[in-house]
């Protein structure tokens, strides 16, 4: 029953799926911005994200990556320490952070409160 005008629907590759879902993960980043970038409707991209948070830990595991870790010294007993308690309802929560990992700290709680 097509015409002529009528629109074929557009395939898209795995990779290039990836792709722009690793660019919709990026922080900051905006699915609608990443999906204008590639010529490709947001709700189509939209769709792809729930795919994959429906498809569960299987789709999300291919995602993950190896990251080492380095050894951390022993912590000597002496080292001063920041305190921080977070509460939310009925939870809360403690965090004894050494001094000399003041930025770290900085980050981690600007992403935990974002």
């Known amino acids: ?3 002529e005008n009528s629109r ?3 395939r898209y590759g795995a990779d ?9 993960d ?3 980043a905006s699915v609608a911005k990443v999906a204008m970038a590639h010529g490709i409707n947001a709700n189509i991209v939209h769709g792809w994200r729930k795919q994959v948070r429906e498809a569960g830990a299987a789709a999300v595991s291919e995602r993950f990556v190896p990251v080492a870790i380095a050894q951390v010294a022993p912590q ?3 080292e001063r320490r920041i305190e921080v308690e977070l509460r939310r309802g009925g939870v809360t929560v403690k965090l ?3 001094m000399s990992a ?3 700290l900085s980050a981690w709680m600007r992403e935990l409160l974002r």
């Open 76 to 78: 000597t007993v002496d």
């Open 8 to 10: 074929k629907r557009r």
């Open 96 to 98: 004894s952070w050494p």
């Open 102 to 104: 003041a930025m770290e």
């Open 16 to 24: 290039l799926k990836a792709q722009i879902l690793a660019e919709c």
């Open 1 to 3: 029953m097509g015409t």
């Open 26 to 28: 990026a922080p900051g």
